[in-house]
Nanobody, 123 residues
Framework: QVQLVESGGGLVQAGGSLSLSCAASGRTFSSYTMGWFRQTPGKEREFVAAINWSGDIPYYTNSVKGRFTISRDNAKNTAYLQMNSLKPEGTAVYYC????????????????WGQGTQVTVSS
């Protein structure tokens, strides 16, 4: 129904920036809540940010608030995560996810997932 492909990960020094993209295909992209999560080995998948279907209600975990910006462009079927002032603890595989219902911070609540993109922050 919805296919998601992340891109934009890579290596960056602490304090630097990266922009992640999530290209969506399939039907009814604009009706889904879009989320970004991250995961490191041995740890639970962590909520990072989410945005509602119309793109006017973003949510952030406190650890990234003020540094990350989530957005979406439904005309382009793409969601974004702009990451500024990156910290070493931000090193993780970042996943894009889509949920047919309203906002959730729980990974199990999301219906579709991308393959992930690696972000490594050096220090």
């Amino acid at each position: 129904q919805v296919q998601l492909v992340e891109s934009g990960g890579g290596l960056v020094q602490a304090g630097g920036s990266l922009s992640l993209s999530c290209a969506a295909s399939g039907r009814t992209f604009s009706s889904y809540t879009m989320g970004w999560f991250r995961q490191t080995p041995g740890k639970e998948r962590e909520f990072v940010a989410a945005i509602n279907w119309s793109g006017d209600i973003p949510y952030y975990t406190n650890s990234v608030k003020g540094r990350f910006t989530i957005s979406r462009d439904n005309a382009k079927n793409t969601a974004y995560l702009q990451m500024n002032s990156l910290k070493p603890e931000g090193t993780a595989v970042y996943y894009c996810a889509a949920r047919r219902a309203s906002f959730s911070q729980t990974p199990a609540a999301y219906d579709y997932w991308g393959q992930g993109t690696q972000v490594t922050v050096s220090s």
